[in-house]
């Protein structure tokens, strides 16, 4: 029985992580991502609506770079599990366009909060004729600071 033992309480713990509940991703909070943007989300009300900050990394414009505001909102339905779906939209305070993301909150499998987003950025254009250059695609992730 000394020899059982030890596999006994390797099993007993590997069986009862199971049990544990998730850990939780959070929306709120100072976030970098693969460009090196920062973005800054403040609390999220009761209905999952969001306000913060983002200052970007990048532009293709060639004017001074300002913080910009963002506001978003976080789905509360039962399904989340932890892990919320969200979208946000930024309101660039240097130029004449603005950006909206979709996202999922994640925790990863070491424990680290991760956002995966897709976004779309919506640039002025002079004319109609010039509508097919003015909408770019992308993705980001964003990782907490």
């Known amino acids: ?11 007993f713990l ?5 049990g544990l ?14 460009l090196g943007s920062n ?6 009300n009761a209905n999952g609506v969001f306000a913060g900050s983002y200052h970007t990394a990048v532009t293709a414009t060639s ?11 976080q789905q509360r339905g039962p399904n989340q599990k932890g892990q919320p779906t969200f979208g946000f939209t930024v309101n660039w305070s240097f130029s004449d ?6 996202g999922q909150c994640f925790v990863d499998d070491d424990g680290k909060e991760v956002l995966k987003t897709m976004w779309l950025l919506r640039s002025r254009v002079e004319n109609i004729k010039n509508d097919w250059k003015a909408t770019r695609v992308g993705n980001n992730v964003f990782t907490r600071l």
């Open 63 to 73: 004017n001074e770079i300002k913080v910009s505001p963002l506001q978003g909102s």
């Open 14 to 18: 590997a069986l009862g992580a199971h």
């Open 21 to 34: 509940p998730a850990k939780k991703c959070s929306l709120t909070g100072r976030w970098v991502n693969d």
């Open 1 to 11: 029985m000394v020899q059982a033992t030890p596999f006994l309480l390797v099993l």
């Open 97 to 102: 366009s603005i950006t909206v993301f979709t």
């Open 39 to 44: 973005m800054t989300i403040e609390s999220v």
